[in-house]
């Protein structure tokens, strides 16, 4: 739709597009405007997917292109699933009340819905979940309590079943570089055949079943699957380049032979292939075959050009290319920080937080990140030692499983049996201590407390973990938050210290394939585009008493010196003998950020910073020339109607 186009519309509907589009780049304009058909958004850092993404939705519903209930958004986790939802309410108009008829939700949540669904048509009982994985596993290895392998055995059944292998395929196609337990492929083997053996004699499900059946009842009843197709006509998928093969075989599903689906991802984002996601089907769309229109968002408004400099230079050095650029002013310089030994490192990042502080950064506008659970909790100790808070963020193994398990409880009597599993064992070791982990204790004490807390109504395993993670778990309000690479996926800070850049570290000891070291280098790249504007990287010479010294990731990293220079001395006697003051001028202009901020549901700096406004006031006249050498050519082109219209009822009333 052109501006012609446009303005040929009644006055609310105008009004109504102009929110949806006016604050676009051409790149993003194009991505939400595009045909349907199959679209692929290949969206780089701080490029502003999520706003393409429900942007999307929102012109598909406001052009009658879609209907608000054959809408389907797939996101990675349930938080992304809130803040699509969130945002599609934020709309204005009709948008605003088809919002809530959109459907949006994990992979799991989605097929678990269907299954539902599938048993009620059918009038059978939903299978019961799982309640327990470790005791099942436990069970099924013939052993009385979970072995310290148990954790990492399951995460190994899941990625078998994420890459669509059966126990004995286990056998046949894993390679000895995908290894990562201490029995034997055979072993495991065992092992796996004797845990589905007994899920299936229990009838009860894990996660994994939910997709897997839904997919496999669909292959063997066409019009189970059709059914399916006529609920969810448009399909958007957010971190597409994350899907493994059992969640493509489940889009596949969706899709049929007409798609209509949405794609939205970054392939230099790409850093599960350890949990089994396959970053080739998002490059690739294996079995779709129609033609597929791809827009590329290179732009980063996140970070400076220093930050993005450094990431794509490591990612480089990873032998990987990304075509991203940022559309921000000069930054800081990168910090790199040369350590002597792992004391040492906890020291210097010590002193460098405090310093941003002193510099007038707050806490919580700082983050530091490591690669490994094991570093960030030394970290953490280091920093509370020295008295610095911390806003404790980070779930252990053992929490996060718990929490995992609860989260697919679908009732208030399987959440009861669950807790009461881990509450009420009476397996000790040899010295007399609970084999049970404090940890998994304390989010079954909670579950507890949720459910006398709520003793009405329907619950289940999803409203306790909104509970937990809202006000079931406490956290300080303010303070720096310490966390991995991968769990900083998808979050920002203003300053980011990244910890223990080195051999070992990063790369990782265990990427020995040129895929996983591939993947090495995009984590390196998603761990520095979390910095907007302060970048710090360590390292040290030694590592627990061994060599170490800079990964070869940071080889010839730009640090982009920088020194802020004055302005012209035209420009400070324009702007001293300037008569009007500039202060109800920069008020006009503030005031549009917000109004325009609020409409797109991102920050208000995003849209144009405090120096980005000062720099345009520098100079009474104000022109299309002045805001383009600002906010460049792109944004500039975009944003100069709006700015100058702001700035001349600005001054109308000042005259006036």
């Known amino acids: 739709m052109t501006v012609n186009d446009v303005d040929a519309l009644p006055l609310r509907a105008q009004r109504r597009r102009h929110q949806l589009l006016d604050d676009l780049d051409p790149d993003q304009y194009e991505a939400v405007t ?254 779709i075959m129609t033609a597929a229109t791809v827009i590329h968002l290179p732009s980063n408004y996140r970070c400076s050009p220093q930050v993005v400099n450094a990431a794509v230079h490591m990612l480089a050095n990873g032998s990987q290319i990304a075509d991203a650029f940022s559309r921000r002013n000069d930054g800081r310089p990168v910090d790199l920080l040369r350590c002597r030994d792992d004391d040492d490192e906890l020291r210097t990042i010590t002193a460098h937080v405090k310093g941003l502080v002193a510099d007038g950064l707050t806490w919580n506008s700082i983050a530091v990140l490591a690669r490994t659970n094991q570093l960030a909790t030394n970290i953490s100790r280091a920093l509370v030692a020295n008295d610095v808070p911390l806003k404790e963020g980070r779930l252990g193994q053992a929490e996060q499983a718990a929490l995992s398990e609860v989260s697919a409880l679908g009732s208030r009597h399987a959440m009861t049996a669950w807790s009461s599993d881990v509450l009420d064992q009476e397996t000790f070791d040899d010295d007399g201590e609970l084999i049970v982990q404090q940890a998994v204790r304390d989010v079954a004490l909670k579950v507890r407390e949720y459910l006398d807390e709520n003793r009405q109504g329907l619950v289940d395993g999803r409203t306790f973990a909104s509970w937990f993670n809202g006000i079931g778990r406490p956290t300080e309000e303010h303070g720096v938050e310490v966390l991995t690479f991968h769990a900083a996926k998808g979050r920002e800070w203003p300053a980011v210290v990244l910890a223990g850049v080195e051999p070992g570290l990063l790369p990782h000891s265990s990427a020995r394939t040129d895929e996983a070291k591939r993947e090495e280098a995009r984590l390196a790249y998603v761990a520095c585009t979390r910095a907007a504007d302060r970048l710090l990287i360590s390292w040290g010479d030694l590592r627990h008493g061994k060599r170490a010294g800079p990964s070869p990731l940071l080889r010839g990293v730009p640090t982009g010196e920088w020194t802020p220079a004055p302005p012209p001395d035209d420009v400070r006697r324009r702007s001293m003998t300037r008569r009007k003051s500039p202060q109800p001028r920069r008020d006009a202009l503030t005031a549009w950020r917000t109004q325009a901020a609020r409409a797109a549901g991102v920050p208000d700096t995003s849209i144009v910073s405090d120096d980005e406004i000062d720099m345009i006031l520098a100079t009474p006249l104000v022109d299309a020339n002045i805001v383009c050498s600002v906010l460049g050519d792109l944004r500039g082109t975009r944003l100069t109607p709006r700015i100058l219209a702001a700035l001349d009822r600005a001054d109308q009333e000042a005259d006036g």
């Open 34 to 287: 595009t045909p349907a058909g199959v679209v692929v958004v290949r969206a780089g850092a701080g490029s502003g997917k999520t706003t393409v993404l429900t942007r999307r939705i929102a012109w598909r519903l406001d052009t009658e292109t879609a209907t608000a209930r054959h809408v389907l958004a797939i996101t990675f986790t349930r938080q992304a699933a809130g803040e699509l939802r969130r945002r599609l309410r934020a709309l204005t108009g009709d948008t605003e009340r088809e919002a809530n008829l959109v459907t949006a939700g994990t992979f799991h949540a989605i097929a678990l819905s269907l299954l539902r669904q599938r048993r009620e048509d059918q009038g059978k009982s939903m299978p019961n979940v799982l309640n327990n994985r470790h005791a099942l596993l436990s069970a099924a290895r013939g052993t009385e309590r979970p072995g310290d392998e148990t954790y990492d055995i399951l995460n190994m059944i899941d990625w078998a079943h994420a890459r669509l292998l059966s126990p004995a395929d286990v056998v046949k196609r894993l390679q000895p570089s995908q290894w990562r337990l201490k029995m034997t492929i055979d072993a495991f083997a065992e092992v796996f055949h004797a845990y589905e053996n007994l899920k299936r004699k229990r009838g009860v499900l894990d996660m994994n079943d939910m997709i897997s059946l839904v997919v496999r009842e669909a292959q063997d009843q066409p019009q189970f699957a059709e059914s399916i197709r006529w609920q969810f006509r448009h399909v958007h998928v957010d971190e597409a380049q994350d899907m493994n093969p059992l969640q493509y075989a489940f889009l596949q599903l969706l899709l049929g032979e007409r798609p209509d689906v949405f794609l939205v991802g970054d392939p230099n984002q790409a850093i599960y292939g350890f949990n089994g996601a396959d970053n080739s089907l998002f490059d690739d769309l294996p079995g």
